[in-house]
């Protein structure tokens, strides 16, 4: 997941739906002043307690980060050639200029690898450029993919899974059942973009497994937009079955990008507030 956080930062609710206070919490233990971050990737692989992280983009004093850190009990150590700071199970580097990385000792190889080999890094697959080439705008605040790898088919479930959850945060779940329920999809990716607290404009762009698969989801999702002309009597669920209603859906091979505005009411429940 990407996250502008420059956009993000002073935004009360998507802010507090990233959990905004407790990023910066992370900040403060490192010693990084949330305001000298401009973007941060959050990455995970199936298996997140051994290679997970943060990546942080922004205007960061090297020599002042260092030295907070070792003053606070962090250990400087090296990592396959490369200078790395240590706290338990906890690894902080910097990779490059205006880029920081916190997160496990496997997490901190990959992006060492990813930088060194492009090849390595989760931008270079096939898959992610798929997705991404689907999606009509490359700036949103909030964006967010899951990819299978390649030969890993028992892995589909993760990625139909989230995708369900990732729908049904606007009470749009049904989209995500279907996606399930025929077991094709290879990844996705689901943007946010700024809006006001009524709308907020949301694209998912779903790799399924071939076009026949493709081309038959986006018939059905067509068809679902149809069903939800049926009327409800739950105030949030008919502001959703409007934004069913009024969604997009573009097919380009085995693709599938799904444009709709969500009301505010359901990406934020009165719960969440």
């Known amino acids: 997941m990407t996250i502008n956080w420059v956009s993000l930062r002073t935004r009360g609710e998507l802010r507090r739906l990233l959990k905004g206070d407790e990023f910066e919490a ?19 692989s199936i298996d997140s307690r051994t290679n997970s992280g943060l990546l942080l983009r922004g205007s960061f004093d090297r020599k002042e980060i260092a030295t907070d850190l070792k003053a606070n009990g962090w250990r400087e150590e090296s990592l396959e050639g490369h200078k790395v700071y240590v706290n338990a199970a906890d690894y902080v580097a910097m990779p490059a200029t205006n880029t920081l990385f916190a997160g496990t000792r496997e997490g901190a190889i990959g992006v060492f690898r990813a930088a060194e080999d492009s090849r390595e890094s989760v931008v270079g697959s096939d898959a992610y450029k798929k997705v991404n080439a689907a999606l009509t705008k490359k700036d949103q ?11 890993t088919l028992d892995m589909a479930d993760a990625a139909l899974t989230a995708t369900s959850i990732a729908l049904s945060l606007f009470n749009l779940g049904g ?29 998912l762009c779903v790799l399924m497994r071939d076009e026949d698969s493709a081309r038959f989801v986006s018939g059905s999702l067509n068809a679902m937009k149809t069903i939800s002309a049926l009327a409800s009597s739950d105030v949030r669920e008919q502001e959703s079955l409007r934004a069913l209603r009024a969604m997009s859906i573009v097919r380009t091979q085995e693709v599938l990008a799904v444009k709709m505005e969500i009301p505010g009411s359901a990406l934020f429940p009165p719960s969440s507030r």
Do not use: C
């Open 141 to 151: 605040p909030l964006r967010a993919f899951l990819l299978i790898p390649q030969g």
């Open 175 to 203: 989209v995500g059942e279907l996606l399930k329920a025929v077991n094709v999809a290879r990844g996705f990716a689901l943007t946010v973009d700024s809006g006001t607290h009524e709308k907020y404009p949301v694209e």
């Open 26 to 44: 992370v900040l403060r233990r490192l010693g990084i002043d949330s305001k000298s971050v401009n973007t941060v990737a959050v990455f995970s």
